[in-house]
């Protein structure tokens, strides 16, 4: 914990016990980094997989168990002020942050016959301006001289095309253009900014049929783990990786499209 020196990791979207998010928090909390999540159990709700209401307290409680300090809170990224209300709870309860990790997003199936304005405006809000402005909140408060870190997770957009989900594309690549911009702006105050496409990941949404599909395409035979985007993360936020920035790094198995 002292070679860490008390660092403070926001982790966003983190609602089931089984996604990416979680991982990430169980990742980070067993290095020794304080940790404070957030979750919108309304989303996950509407979703195919769903969600038990209490999964975000049994991962909160999961958590404390590894010795760290853990806050969280329910967020609706959508709304304008929650990057401000976020940036300070977590100062309330923490202290300043060093990492920000925008795991968050919002994703649903569409393509050009049947997309709407409503539909691409609920994409941007969150995978767009929520990222960007949480990015920017962060970093203006940043009071340390190093050791900074942004790292936003995105999905291979400009590995290949992604038919049937034409805003979420749309939106993620425009996080890959943020990533890299934003890295030039935030090197003077000592923040990296980076962003991880783990590829296709099993989280719960996968089904047989989609997991047989996929299989062949990974040459260690294997579907990704949310574990193996988390181990990632992990080496990004520490000190090894204080020279990395601006980059998009695609950490999913050799996946083959």
Same mark, same amino acid.
């Given at each position: 914990?002292? =070679?860490?020196?008390?660092?403070?990791?926001?982790?966003?979207?983190?609602?089931?016990?089984?996604?990416?998010?979680?991982?990430?928090?169980?990742?980070?909390?067993?290095?020794?980094?304080?940790?404070?999540?957030?979750?919108?159990?309304?989303?996950?709700?509407?979703?195919?997989?769903?969600?038990?209401?209490?999964?975000?307290?049994?991962?909160?409680?999961?958590?404390? =168990?590894?010795?760290?300090?853990?806050?969280?809170?329910?967020?609706?990224?959508?709304?304008?002020?929650?990057?401000? =209300? *976020?940036?300070?709870? $977590?100062?309330?309860?923490?202290?300043?942050?060093?990492? *920000?990790?925008?795991?968050?997003?919002?994703?649903?199936?569409?393509?050009?016959?049947?997309?709407?304005?409503?539909?691409?405006?609920?994409?941007?809000?969150?995978?767009?301006?929520?990222?960007?402005?949480?990015?920017?909140?962060?970093? !203006?408060?940043?009071?340390?001289?190093?050791?900074?870190?942004?790292?936003?997770?995105?999905?291979? !957009?400009?590995?290949?095309?992604?038919?049937?989900? *034409?805003?979420?594309?749309?939106?993620?690549?425009?996080?890959?253009?943020?990533?890299?911009?934003?890295?030039?702006?935030?090197?003077?105050?000592?923040?990296? $900014?980076?962003?991880?496409?783990?590829?296709?990941?099993?989280?719960?949404?996968?089904?047989?049929?989609?997991?047989?599909?996929?299989?062949?395409?990974?040459?260690?035979?294997?579907?990704?783990?949310?574990?193996? $985007?988390?181990?990632?993360?992990?080496?990004? $936020?520490?000190?090894?990786?204080?020279?990395?920035?601006?980059?998009?790094?695609?950490?999913?198995?050799?996946?083959?499209?």
């Amino acid at each position: 914990m002292n =070679q860490l020196k008390e660092k403070i990791a926001i982790i966003t979207g983190v609602s089931r016990l089984k996604g990416i998010g979680a991982a990430i928090c169980k990742e980070l909390a067993e290095t020794g980094y304080h940790i404070f999540f957030t979750y919108w159990t309304e989303y996950d709700k509407k979703m195919p997989w769903s969600i038990d209401l209490d999964e975000p307290i049994k991962l909160k409680e999961e958590l404390i =168990q590894k010795g760290v300090k853990v806050s969280c809170m329910e967020l609706d990224l959508t709304h304008f002020e929650a990057p401000e =209300q *976020l940036l300070n709870k $977590v100062i309330e309860q923490l202290g300043y942050p060093d990492i *920000l990790i925008n795991n968050a997003a919002y994703s649903t199936n569409n393509d050009f016959s049947n997309l709407t304005a409503e539909e691409l405006d609920k994409h941007y809000m969150v995978n767009v301006r929520a990222t960007t402005l949480l990015s920017s909140k962060f970093a !203006q408060r940043f009071d340390k001289k190093s050791g900074g870190r942004i790292v936003n997770i995105t999905s291979g !957009q400009f590995q290949g095309p992604m038919p049937g989900e *034409l805003a979420y594309a749309t939106t993620k690549g425009a996080v890959d253009a943020l990533t890299i911009t934003l890295s030039a702006e935030l090197a003077p105050l000592g923040i990296t $900014v980076n962003s991880i496409n783990p590829g296709p990941t099993d989280t719960g949404w996968m089904t047989e049929s989609i997991k047989n599909e996929l299989k062949p395409m990974f040459p260690f035979g294997r579907i990704g783990e949310p574990k193996d $985007v988390a181990k990632a993360i992990k080496f990004l $936020v520490s000190g090894e990786a204080d020279w990395i920035t601006g980059q998009i790094i695609h950490s999913e198995g050799g996946f083959r499209r």
